[in-house]
């Protein structure tokens, strides 16, 4: 058992529980995905730098004690609760369509990938996560935004919210980024194209929406222009 670091066995229809790994205790890398696995108990593979478990059947998964882990990937399945408080290796974590309603990632502070939307996030807290550069968050219920501190963000999908306010003056590299169907007004969105527009980037891409109605103002409409004449593509506005 000391000699195995990797167990791969995705795509094998199993449908055993997941609880008889302990002897493993070397084990760095696990790849169990697209199975029907109901219980995974990984408490004691405290050497752990990838989980790979998504689609699958897990209503709960510990990983409180693998804080080596670097590369989650739990997404697709019926996970309420995920405690990654402790994750400090944490690089990229995939938790997207489970019912996941918090998430701690104040210790991680090397993420730079993190794809939650569609779960039930009421909030989320990125502000420590300065090596962001790929955040989705769309299909929550998320209702304010703080991205000041995350200078790298490149990707941002958040639609489907109910955020009221979003500051992207500060996040410069930004390319992507789409937030139709929240509750941002005509003055918001017409910021937000005026600071993309200040960020001098190319062929990138914007979707929103004008929450109860309105139109952009002078400026924001000078800024769209701009923006197209860079070869932006702008949806919705």
Known sequence: YDTVTSIDLNTK?????????????????????????TSLNIDNN????????FNNNLSTLNIYNNNLLESVRVEQNN????DTSQLVNLISLQCYLNNISSLNLTNSL???????FSNNLSDINIINNILLETLRIENNNITSLDIDNNSNLKIVRLQNNNISNLNILNNTLLTYLSCDNNQLDAAVNSQLLVDL???????????????????????????????LAKGWTIVGL
């Open 197 to 227: 527009d200040s960020h001098n980037r190319s062929n990138g891409y914007f979707r929103s929406s004008i929450y109860a109605g309105g139109t952009l103002t002078a400026a924001g409409t000078t800024a769209k222009n701009a923006l």
């Open 13 to 37: 229809n199993l449908t055993t529980d997941f609880n008889f790994l302990d002897d493993f205790r070397n084990l760095m890398n696990l790849y169990l995905w697209n199975n029907n696995i």
């Open 110 to 116: 090397a993420l730079n990938s993190l794809l939650c």
């Open 46 to 53: 405290l050497n752990l730098k990838i989980l790979f478990c």
């Open 79 to 82: 996970l309420t609760v995920l």
